[in-house]
């Protein structure tokens, strides 16, 4: 069964995806890491993980699942799974790890500069020059 946020989120209808493997309705195309993950579910384990899933018009969104199997009589019957977007928190991963990145190679740079003899040349033939300190 799916509800109205399963709905808005992978734009597929109740009656569209009850009966549907979410793994075939929603994963990546020849990704073995939603069938691990199903497999962990289906053997009693308790899952969390960040991933990227596929929306019905194809497109991609980074989502957050929690997922738990559920046992009648010690058989396992299906699970519960909870999706939470985070494709916005993921972007914002991206933007700081870039934004570090260049911090960084800022940071080298004037390394390089402040540590090589006056008068000596980059391995490109340039010449150092002292820099202004930069406040990262």
Do not use: W
Not at 14 to 25: F, Q, T
Not at 69 to 93: K, M, N
């Amino acid at each position: 069964l799916s509800n109205s946020a399963f709905e808005r989120l992978f734009q597929y209808s109740s009656a569209e995806a009850i009966g549907r493997d979410p793994d075939d309705l929603i994963g990546i195309p020849n990704s073995p890491e939603a069938a691990d993950f199903s497999r962990q579910v289906m053997s009693g384990k308790s899952v969390h993980f960040t991933t990227i899933r596929r929306r019905k018009d194809g497109s991609r969104i980074h989502v957050e699942v929690h997922a738990t199997p559920l046992f009648s009589g010690g058989t396992f019957i299906g699970c519960v799974g909870t999706y939470q977007d985070s494709t916005e928190r993921a972007q914002l991963a991206r933007e700081l790890q870039d934004d570090i990145r260049q911090r960084l190679a800022l940071v080298a740079v004037q390394l390089a500069a402040q540590t090589a003899p006056r008068g000596s040349t980059s391995p490109q033939g340039g010449a150092y020059a002292p820099m202004a300190r930069i406040k990262i």
